[in-house]
C-alpha cells in the first residue's frame, strides 16, 4: 500500500459517462496513475482501457482484490457507492466516492466508520468548493465587503436531454432524488460560505403525464445563521442548449452572482467606497470594473437596513469571462484528486473538503426530500 512517494494507483469502478470523463482528469495527476477499470464491458470504456495501458475491464471483485490498487474511485450509481465503499475500504483501499457519498445519513455514518477503522480516505467528490469562485465568494462574506449576507437562491435549469426516461436517474430507488443526486454539490457551497443550514421547506414537481412518475424539479428554503435564506431550486427538463444556472447571494450594499452550474464568471453589482472598490478589485483581480453611477460629495450619502452608507459610486465587476467552463470542471476534477492524494501522503495535509462534506451535504438534502415528499 502506497504511503511513500510512488504514484497512488487508481482502480475505477464504473467507468460510464462521468467516470471515464473523471479519469482522464486524475491520470493527469502529479503522481496518480490508472491501474485496473471495473464495472462495465461498453464499447467506450474498453477503448479508454487500451488507452491507458490497461489490458482489460474486469469484474469488480476481482478489481478489488488487486494488491496493485491502492484507491478505488467509485463512479457509479449513487445505490452502490455505500456498499461498494464499503467493500473497497474493507479490502485496505482509499475511496473517492462519486457525490452523492450515500443514500442515507445512516449509510454515509457507516462508511466513515469503516474508513476510521481502516485508517483509510473516504470522499465524496464535491469539487465545487475547489473553484476560485468558491474561495473569492468565501473571502467577500468573511471581509464584509458588501456588509452582511441576507438573502441567496441557486437556480439551476438543467438539461435532460441525455437522462432517457429509463435512465437512473429519474429512479428514486437508484438515484436518491433530484436532492440527493444533484443538489448535494450545492449544499456543500452554501454551508461553505454561511455555515450549517436548516432546510425549513421544499417543494417538488412530477412531469404531467409521465408515468413511473418523474421528479423533475425540487426546490427548498434553507436558513442559516442571521436568518440568511437561502432558495435552491433545480429542475431537469431543458433542451442542451437552453441549459442555464445562476447562483445569487444578495448583502446589504450589493450583491455577487456566480454563472454556470461550474461558475466561470462572477459579477459583482455594488454600491461601494473607495476602501470597499479596492477590496472588491484586490478579491478578483483582473476583473473588468465598469462605473455605473458616480457620486459627487453631496449625493454620496444614502441608506439601507437604517445604517447610514457612503457611497462613492455604483459599480459592476466582471470576473472570469473568456473561462471554458470544461476546461475549469477538468481544473476542479484534478484539485480534488490532488488535495487527497496529498493526505494519503501525510496525514498532517488539511484537505479542502473530507468525509463530513459528503455526509452533511447528504444530511440536509435528505431532510429536502422528506420536507417535499411530506408536502406533495
Ligand atoms: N461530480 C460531478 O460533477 C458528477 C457529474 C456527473 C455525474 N456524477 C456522479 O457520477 C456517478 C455516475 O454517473 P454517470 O453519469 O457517469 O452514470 P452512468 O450511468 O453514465 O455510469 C454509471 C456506470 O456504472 C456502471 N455500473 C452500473 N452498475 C454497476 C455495478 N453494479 N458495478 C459496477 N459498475 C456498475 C455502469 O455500467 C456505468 O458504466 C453518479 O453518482 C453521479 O451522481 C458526478
Not at 462534506?357 to 429536502?368: H, I, K, T, Y
Request: hydrophobic share 40%; aromatic share 8%.
Amino acid at each position: 500500500m502506497t504511503t511513500d512517494q510512488s504514484d497512488v494507483r487508481i482502480g475505477v469502478v464504473g467507468c460510464g459517462g462521468f467516470g471515464l470523463y473523471a479519469l482522464q482528469q486524475y491520470v493527469q495527476v502529479p503522481g496518480v496513475s490508472v491501474v485496473a477499470m471495473a464495472g462495465t464491458a461498453r464499447e467506450a470504456s474498453i477503448a479508454a482501457a487500451k488507452r491507458y495501458g490497461i489490458p482489460d475491464v474486469e469484474a469488480v471483485d476481482s478489481l478489488l482484490a488487486r494488491e496493485d490498487v491502492d484507491l478505488v474511485y467509485i463512479a457509479t450509481p449513487p445505490f452502490l457507492h455505500h456498499e461498494q465503499a464499503i467493500r473497497a475500504l474493507r479490502a485496505g483501499k482509499h475511496v473517492v466516492c462519486e457525490k452523492p457519498l450515500a443514500m442515507t445519513v445512516e449509510q454515509a455514518d457507516e462508511m466513515i466508520a469503516e474508513a476510521r477503522r481502516a485508517d483509510r480516505l473516504l470522499t465524496a467528490n464535491l469539487m465545487q468548493r475547489y473553484n476560485p469562485a468558491y474561495d473569492a465568494v468565501a473571502k467577500l462574506i468573511a471581509g464584509k465587503v458588501l456588509g452582511e449576507p441576507i438573502h441567496g437562491f441557486f437556480e439551476n435549469y438543467a438539461s435532460d436531454e441525455n437522462l432517457g426516461p429509463k435512465h437512473w436517474f429519474w429512479d428514486r430507488a437508484k438515484s436518491g432524488g433530484i436532492f440527493v443526486e444533484h443538489g448535494v454539490h450545492f449544499f456543500d457551497l452554501f454551508a461553505g460560505w454561511l455555515g450549517e443550514g436548516r432546510v425549513v421547506s421544499a417543494q417538488r414537481g412530477l412531469r404531467p403525464g409521465a408515468s413511473p412518475p418523474i421528479e423533475e424539479q425540487v426546490q427548498c428554503a434553507v436558513r442559516y445563521a442571521d436568518d440568511v435564506l437561502v432558495n435552491f431550486y433545480h429542475g431537469f427538463h431543458q433542451p442542451g442548449r437552453m441549459d442555464r444556472q445562476e447562483l445569487r447571494i444578495v448583502f446589504e450594499r450589493g450583491d455577487v452572482t456566480l454563472y454556470g452550474w461550474i461558475p466561470t464568471v462572477v459579477k459583482v453589482h455594488a454600491v461601494a467606497d473607495e476602501a470597499q472598490t479596492k477590496a472588491l478589485c484586490d478579491l478578483f483581480p483582473g476583473a473588468r470594473l465598469d462605473c455605473t453611477a458616480s457620486y459627487a460629495p453631496k449625493d454620496r450619502a444614502c441608506e439601507a437596513r437604517h445604517k447610514p452608507l457612503d457611497v462613492y459610486q455604483t459599480l459592476e465587476l466582471t470576473w472570469g469571462e473568456g473561462v471554458v467552463k470544461s476546461h475549469r470542471y477538468g481544473e476542479l476534477l484534478r484539485a480534488v484528486m490532488a488535495d487527497q492524494v496529498a493526505w494519503i501522503r501525510d496525514r498532517s495535509h488539511r484537505r479542502k473538503i473530507t468525509e463530513s462534506n459528503g455526509r452533511d451535504s447528504l444530511a440536509l438534502a435528505c431532510e429536502a426530500d422528506r420536507l417535499a415528499l411530506a408536502s406533495a
